[in-house]
């Protein structure tokens, strides 16, 4: 059985490094990496994972949006990986709410982002999909695809006051309500 791998938190360079584009998704490593990614994300109460947050440079996410106890209002949807994912905004309409993260435990932040997406990538099978998101799994879309770039939910804050404590946000909210 595949145990969870360690998630990178916020400060390790793997989080900061631009993903490699996945070429053979037959490879015994790419399967390898998919396993470990669903096995650790099956161990959270996140919604999305990317590679590198498991400390493999591949262009591959996770987006798993369920109720939780993180995210009581999710929607529920199956598991979805998605290969070489990439998007388009389908107007320049962006909405800010809250984002937490599982590589950067303990913050909430208010992030601008599309409300609606037309995405693209190839699922396990190498079938490529088309598909439009919108609203709380097109955040979580954009979300897992900034790790690919480097880039981590902080990095889009228009405010340093828009960052809060994950304790502030529980007595403000009452519990993880909508957030990632």
Request: overall charge negative; proline content about 7%.
């Amino acid at each position: 059985m595949i145990q969870p791998c360690e998630i990178a938190q916020l400060g390790a360079k793997v989080l900061r490094q631009h993903a490699e584009i996945v070429d053979k998704l037959d490879s015994p490593v790419i399967r390898q990496i998919i396993n470990e990614m669903q096995t650790t994300l099956a161990a959270t109460q996140g919604v999305g994972l990317a590679a590198p947050q498991i400390s493999q440079l591949k262009r591959i996410i996770i987006v798993a949006s369920r109720p939780n106890i993180r995210y009581p209002k999710a929607p529920l949807m199956t598991p979805t990986v998605m290969i070489n994912p990439i998007f388009e905004a389908l107007s320049g309409e962006k909405e800010k709410d809250w984002e937490g993260c599982l590589s950067i435990p303990g913050i909430r932040a208010l992030v601008p982002r599309y409300k609606a997406i037309k995405v693209q990538y190839v699922d396990e099978n190498g079938n490529p999909v088309e598909k439009i998101l919108e609203d709380f799994v097109a955040r979580v879309f954009q979300h897992e695809t900034d790790h690919l770039e480097g880039k981590v939910y902080l990095d889009r804050v228009e405010s340093p006051i828009d960052i809060i404590s994950e304790s502030e946000y529980l007595k403000l909210f009452g519990h993880c309500e909508d957030s990632l």
